[in-house]
T-cell receptor, first 114, second 114 residues
Framework: AQSVTQLDSHVSVSEGTPVLLRCNYS??????LFWYVQHPNKGLQLLLK??????LVKGINGFEAEFKKSETSFHLTKPSAHMSDAAEYFC????????????FGSGTRLSIRP | KAGVTQTPRYLIKTRGQQVTLSCSPI?????VSWYQQTPGQGLQFLFE???????NKGNFPGRFSGRQFSNSRSEMNVSTLELGDSALYLC?????????????FGPGTRLLVL
């Protein structure tokens, strides 16, 4: 069985400060892990993906995430927040051959203060 | 390469009516999945299609149905609409029927049932 937990439903940071969005997962197999971003009234856009290669994954728009097997975590970070980063972020885990087994986290809403 | 397209983008229906939503995947993608997104339930898996065959179905009533055509385009139908069907319906495509594949999402169809 697999599951994913996004530890914060809402994160607020000031523009120019670091961003940390936390995600823990549980999986019986070697998982693939994803972070998606959703801007208001838009679909989900892939930020980055981990598939058992390098544990530090770089994504678009300056985001990166580190896969830590010992901590079963896949936290998303960005050194300096921009106003355009305000959105909903979803951590996703998949370890199976079917899209029906993809598990979405509940989402973290990121707010950026001027 | 064009992204996933969904039509229509917005719909308003009344209870008891039926609705058909359409999704055109990225060229070359043969797998299409549908999701329902609501503030209360988050992202929930509806169906997955690959090569015109429904591979999996989520925990939704029989009022929700879908199909995939030979060109990989997919439609979903909801009959006898209920107020609770108001949601953002997202379609995602991937190259193969494999949960480890990156899913590319369309912008969604926002359905409002009055």
């Amino acid at each position: 069985a697999q599951s994913v937990t996004q530890l914060d439903s809402h994160v607020s940071v000031s523009e120019g400060t670091p961003v940390l969005l936390r995600c823990n997962y549980s999986s019986s197999y070697s998982p693939s892990l994803f972070w998606y971003v959703q801007h208001p009234n838009k679909g989900l856009q892939l930020l980055l993906k981990y598939t058992s290669a390098a544990t530090l994954v770089k994504g678009i728009n300056g985001f990166e995430a580190e896969f830590k097997k010992s901590e079963t975590s896949f936290h998303l970070t960005k050194p300096s927040a921009h106003m355009s980063d305000a959105a909903e972020y979803f951590c996703v885990v998949s370890a199976a051959s079917s899209a029906s087994k993809i598990i979405f986290g509940s989402g973290t809403r990121l707010s950026i203060r001027p | 390469k064009a992204g996933v397209t969904q039509t229509p983008r917005y719909l308003i229906k009344t209870r008891g009516q039926q609705v058909t939503l359409s999704c055109s995947p990225i060229s070359g993608h043969r797998s299409v999945s549908w999701y329902q997104q609501t503030p209360g339930q988050g992202l929930q898996f509806l169906f997955e299609y690959f090569s015109e065959t429904q591979r999996n179905k989520g925990n939704f009533p029989g009022r929700f149905s879908g199909r995939q055509f030979s060109n990989s385009r997919s439609e979903m139908n909801v009959s006898t609409l209920e107020l609770g069907d108001s949601a953002l319906y997202l379609c995602a495509s991937s190259f193969r029927d494999d949960g480890r594949q990156t899913q590319y999402f369309g912008p969604g169809t926002r359905l409002l049932v009055l």
